[in-house]
């Protein structure tokens, strides 16, 4: 009876297990970004060093390979200390001069994202762009080697997005709106044809946006919708984490026609008065057209009262083979947004 007596948590265990469980994690997280901040602050010193004694004193390439085996012989747990990556830290050093730049920004990410954007950017804005768009969405490393491929710093400052997000948002909920809409697209990892019929699109760029990281919940892939005894298919819903709202997503695999800003209109309308909830802020709608001519997306958009984005999207090569080990095959994805199906079925009965 005693035992049975010990076994009953007290009134209030649960919330204080699981109070103190979220203050464990959130140390792990400090404690590891902490440690990461240590490594790359560390490696900025070696770089710094290095960068120093060779202006100094001409230090040439084989001394940094005698200094990479000496450390790695005086301390045999640690990796990093190969020439390549030592040459890197001189690298990183003279990318950075400033060591409050890399304490604020480049401490923030891995060591190995600030090699790629070393390798593959040759410019300092844009690298320290990246590495703020890396912290903010939580970029792995593939996905920031294909956004740099794919020049998502160039898409986003050429300003051909059209939308009517400031005239029917509010702040700072439009300014968030609009960064979401990028113009152009790009699908770089979808093996299909450029010819390829909507539906079989809007099965891979699925997981395309939900690989970005950017706060795309998934809802539904053609979502269904009745309004007065008619059925309406919407091709993708999301729910934006950050945004807090619902996002239709409607693919086309035409170039832009006012009629398709209407017809999203009437589904932003309807998902607004059956599925969002009264704290969900506006619902939002995307228009992805093969292409666009903007004066006439403007025009289709400017007396629409629901916030509309258009973008073009673009179809490229198949994602190099140094990447498709870390991402899923298209019928990978096709099994896992059945399972999802299947599984959103299972919860409505």
């Known amino acids: 009876m005693t035992e049975n007596k010990e076994q009953i948590a007290p009134s209030g265990y649960a919330e204080l297990l699981k109070q103190l469980k979220e203050r464990i994690r959130t140390a792990q997280v400090k404690a590891a970004l902490a440690v990461n901040a240590e490594l790359v602050g560390l490696y900025w010193e070696i770089g710094n060093t290095i960068l120093n004694r060779q202006n100094q004193e001409g230090w040439g390439t084989k001394v940094v390979d005698r200094l990479a085996h000496d450390l790695k012989t005086a301390f045999p747990d640690m990796s990093g200390f190969s020439p390549r990556n030592l040459k890197y830290m001189r690298k990183f050093a003279e990318t950075y001069p400033d060591k409050t730049i890399v304490q604020q920004l480049a401490a923030q990410i891995p060591w190995w994202h600030n090699v790629i954007l070393l390798d593959k950017v040759n410019n300092t804005e844009k690298r320290l762009w990246y590495a703020q768009k890396a912290i903010e969405y939580g970029w792995s490393r593939s996905v920031l080697t294909i956004q740099i491929e794919t020049k998502l710093y160039e898409r986003q400052a050429i300003n051909e997005k059209v939308s009517n997000f400031q005239q029917n948002l509010p702040a700072p909920q439009s300014d968030l709106a609009q960064q979401l809409l990028k113009d152009p697209y790009v699908f770089d990892f979808l093996s299909v044809s450029k010819e390829a019929h909507e539906r079989e699109l809007v099965k891979h760029i699925t997981k395309f946006l939900l690989e970005l990281g950017t ?10 919708l009745e309004v007065g005894g008619e059925d309406f298919f919407i091709d993708l819903l999301f729910y934006h984490l950050k945004l807090r709202c619902y996002v239709v997503i409607e693919l086309k695999s035409t170039g832009f026609k006012p009629e398709y800003a209407g017809k999203l209109n009437f589904y932003l309308s309807v998902v607004d008065d ?6 969900d802020n506006p619902s939002i709608g995307i228009l992805l057209c093969k292409d666009k001519n903007k004066a006439v ?23 190099p083979d140094n990447l498709k080990t870390s991402l899923p095959t298209i019928e990978e994805l096709e099994a896992e947004l059945e ?5 959103s079925e299972n919860n409505k009965t």
């Open 274 to 279: 059956l599925v969002r909830h009264p704290s």
């Open 215 to 224: 706060g795309f919940a998934f809802v539904g892939q053609q979502y269904p």
């Open 297 to 319: 997306a403007e025009y289709a958009l400017k007396d629409i009262n629901k916030p509309i984005g258009v973008s073009a999207y673009e179809l490229t090569e198949a994602i």
């Open 339 to 343: 399972g999802i199906k299947d599984l």
